[in-house]
């Protein structure tokens, strides 16, 4: 059997895909290496993404998901500069809220939602090989044997799994970042991170947001690029009981020299990796899977041509990706004022 898809990472970026090829008729695989839930951090989200879930069918898997949502953020960005409160703006409706979403909750959401469409899973299945003939890929060497396919979008996030297997260029945009985070239990008093924190000091920031009922996540990030190490905590939460222990990601700014061929495409942060500060990864996700899936659609209804496809796509993701960094430059050479976070 021949595949019109294989999509390797059920995270965001992954599904977002597997949803919208299956529901233009394609035949997509989805593989995942990870039995669910698993953990990922990046639960913070625009109101913004509102739009983007009720186009995938899930508003309100979402909405009985509960999920901790917030007005806005408190900003701390100038050295000694009082606290701000940046709302996300208002409607008729009330004001807007964004989310605190829980990841191992919303993937799994996403999931269900593939499988639903008839998207086909295979987890846990790790992606080991691409399969070529000649030049062309076409198809994958799995945990499962071996699959054919059409095309492969990859979506394994910052493993980058296809670019490392391809052996393709990474462009890199900043010295190395390493980002250190982690939760910890807040059985008292949560509600002083219902909106979150976001604060700069002399040698990086630190952001601090209620995450679920009883629990608070953290992120720090040093300009030095220095890890700031295992037992690092900031000071407002180290008096709270770990949850799980810290961990450190390397978050140095980066994009593959090649986004997509007339074979494959690389989604998420499998093709594009940004220090959190730039605040929306899991957005870039949804929405680079959505779009490739589009063009995917377009190409077999003739629509578009395969090298159409690929172009249009790495143009509109480059676009993106150099936006985001002039951003994140004016940002911390203190051309901004605050953060993007949106
Ligand atoms: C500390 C930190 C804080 C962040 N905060 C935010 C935030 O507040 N808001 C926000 O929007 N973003 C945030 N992000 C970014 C966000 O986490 C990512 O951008 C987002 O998860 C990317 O989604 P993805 O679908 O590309 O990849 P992922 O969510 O990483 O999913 C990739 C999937 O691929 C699977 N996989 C990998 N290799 C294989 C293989 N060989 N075969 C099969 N499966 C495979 C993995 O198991 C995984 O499930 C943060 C990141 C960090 C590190």
């Given at each position: 059997m021949?595949?019109?898809a294989?999509?390797i990472?059920a995270?965001p970026?992954g599904?977002a895909?597997?949803?919208?090829?299956?529901?233009s008729?394609?035949?997509?695989?989805?593989l995942?290496?990870?039995a669910?839930?698993r953990?990922?951090?990046?639960?913070s989200l625009?109101?913004?993404v509102?739009?983007i879930?009720?186009?995938?069918?899930?508003?309100?898997?979402?909405?009985?998901?509960?999920f901790v949502r917030?007005i806005?953020?408190?900003?701390?960005w100038?050295?000694?500069?009082?606290?701000?409160?940046?709302r996300?703006g208002?409607?008729?409706?009330g004001?807007?809220?964004?989310?605190q979403?829980?990841?191992?909750?919303l993937?799994q959401?996403?999931l269900?939602?593939a499988?639903a469409q008839g998207?086909?899973v295979?987890?846990?299945c790790?992606?080991?090989?691409?399969i070529?003939?000649?030049?062309?890929?076409?198809g994958?060497d799995?945990d499962w044997?071996n699959?054919?396919t059409r095309?492969?979008?990859?979506a394994?996030?910052r493993?980058?799994?296809?670019?490392?297997k391809?052996?393709?260029n990474?462009?890199?945009?900043?010295p190395?970042?390493i980002?250190?985070?982690?939760?910890?239990?807040?059985f008292?008093?949560?509600?002083i991170?219902?909106?979150?924190?976001?604060?700069r000091?002399i040698?990086?920031?630190?952001?601090?947001?209620?995450v679920?009922q009883e629990?608070?996540a953290?992120v720090r990030m040093q300009?030095?690029g220095?890890d700031?190490?295992?037992?690092?905590?900031?000071p407002?939460l180290?008096?709270w009981?770990?949850?799980?222990?810290?961990k450190?990601?390397?978050?140095t700014?980066r994009i593959s020299?090649?986004?997509?061929?007339?074979?494959?495409?690389?989604m998420g942060d499998?093709?594009?990796v940004?220090?959190p500060a730039s605040s929306?990864?899991?957005?870039?996700?949804?929405?680079s899977?959505m779009?490739?899936?589009h063009?995917?659609?377009?190409?077999f209804?003739?629509?578009?041509s395969k090298a159409?496809a690929?172009g249009?796509?790495?143009r509109?993701?480059r676009?993106?990706?150099y936006h985001d960094?002039t951003?994140l430059?004016?940002?911390?050479s203190g051309?901004s004022r605050?953060p993007?976070?949106?």
């Amino acid at each position: 059997m021949v595949y019109d898809a294989i999509i390797i990472g059920a995270g965001p970026a992954g599904c977002a895909a597997a949803i919208i090829l299956a529901r233009s008729g394609l035949n997509a695989l989805l593989l995942e290496t990870s039995a669910f839930p698993r953990h990922r951090p990046g639960e913070s989200l625009h109101p913004g993404v509102e739009p983007i879930f009720a186009a995938l069918g899930i508003a309100s898997a979402v909405k009985t998901a509960g999920f901790v949502r917030h007005i806005g953020h408190r900003i701390v960005w100038s050295l000694n500069a009082p606290e701000q409160l940046e709302r996300f703006g208002s409607d008729d409706q009330g004001e807007w809220k964004g989310y605190q979403a829980w990841r191992p909750e919303l993937d799994q959401i996403l999931l269900q939602q593939a499988q639903a469409q008839g998207v086909t899973v295979w987890q846990p299945c790790q992606a080991r090989a691409p399969i070529f003939n000649g030049n062309q890929l076409i198809g994958l060497d799995t945990d499962w044997g071996n699959i054919q396919t059409r095309y492969v979008l990859d979506a394994s996030g910052r493993s980058q799994w296809l670019l490392r297997k391809l052996g393709l260029n990474t462009l890199k945009y900043s010295p190395q970042l390493i980002v250190r985070y982690g939760y910890v239990h807040c059985f008292q008093g949560p509600s002083i991170f219902d909106i979150p924190l976001m604060q700069r000091d002399i040698t990086g920031w630190t952001w601090l947001a209620r995450v679920r009922q009883e629990r608070c996540a953290w992120v720090r990030m040093q300009f030095d690029g220095i890890d700031p190490g295992r037992n690092w905590r900031p000071p407002q939460l180290k008096d709270w009981v770990e949850f799980c222990p810290s961990k450190g990601e390397n978050m140095t700014w980066r994009i593959s020299e090649t986004l997509a061929t007339e074979s494959w495409f690389l989604m998420g942060d499998a093709a594009v990796v940004l220090d959190p500060a730039s605040s929306h990864g899991v957005l870039r996700a949804l929405m680079s899977g959505m779009q490739v899936a589009h063009l995917i659609t377009s190409t077999f209804r003739g629509n578009i041509s395969k090298a159409g496809a690929a172009g249009l796509y790495s143009r509109w993701l480059r676009e993106w990706f150099y936006h985001d960094i002039t951003r994140l430059r004016e940002l911390y050479s203190g051309k901004s004022r605050e953060p993007a976070l949106s």
